[in-house]
């Protein structure tokens, strides 16, 4: 007994039969003989890990999913972009890192100037500042430094002092960088 299996031109799968003593059926007449039984199709399976990172997609059995797979959570559909977290049900958009760096004196102070706050009036926050070594350093720095960092002592005290949300100050810091 030796178990056929048969396909069409186009490859789908027809059936097998025994060729044990009957004759093969008719409707595997002008089709082609294979070795072993086609697998069937699989749609993809996209994966993610716990923390909705995406490990990738697998087109086979389950007892076939790779190794780096296993442990992971089968999701609807895969990413437009690897760096894509699945969350909430959906794939969420790629926030892109921004990168503060450093402003010059210049750059600062026009950006605060086109953002209307006058230059006058920080200098007047200083000058509020109770006594000691915060407001001296804070003079010293508005005064004398040449170049600033987005979390600089001075402007996060100047920057409190304003009542401007870290958000308000980020998007200020991007504005200063192209100043």
Not at 15 to 40: H, L, N, T
Request: glycine share 8%.
């Amino acid at each position: 007994m030796v178990l056929r299996f048969f396909v069409n031109k186009d490859g789908t799968y027809l059936g097998s039969y025994d060729d044990a003593g009957d004759d093969m059926p008719e409707a595997f007449a002008g089709a082609i003989e294979v070795s072993a039984k086609p697998r069937p199709p699989t749609a993809p399976r996209f994966f993610v890990d716990a923390d909705g990172r995406y490990l990738g997609s697998f087109d086979g059995l389950d007892e076939e999913i790779p190794a780096d797979m296993v442990g992971g959570v089968e999701v609807s559909t895969g990413p437009l972009d690897a760096r894509q977290i699945w969350a909430d049900g959906a794939w969420q958009p790629v926030v892109p890192e921004v990168s503060f760096l450093p402003v010059t004196r210049r750059q600062l102070r026009l950006t605060l100037v086109r953002e209307g706050i006058t230059l006058a009036s920080v200098e007047a926050l200083i000058d509020a500042l109770p006594e000691g070594l915060e407001k001296e350093e804070a003079k010293i720095e508005w005064a004398d430094a040449q170049e600033f960092n987005r979390n600089h002592p001075t402007l996060l005290l100047i920057a409190h002092a304003l009542n401007l949300s870290p958000a308000r100050v980020n998007e200020m810091w991007l504005k200063a960088m192209e100043a």
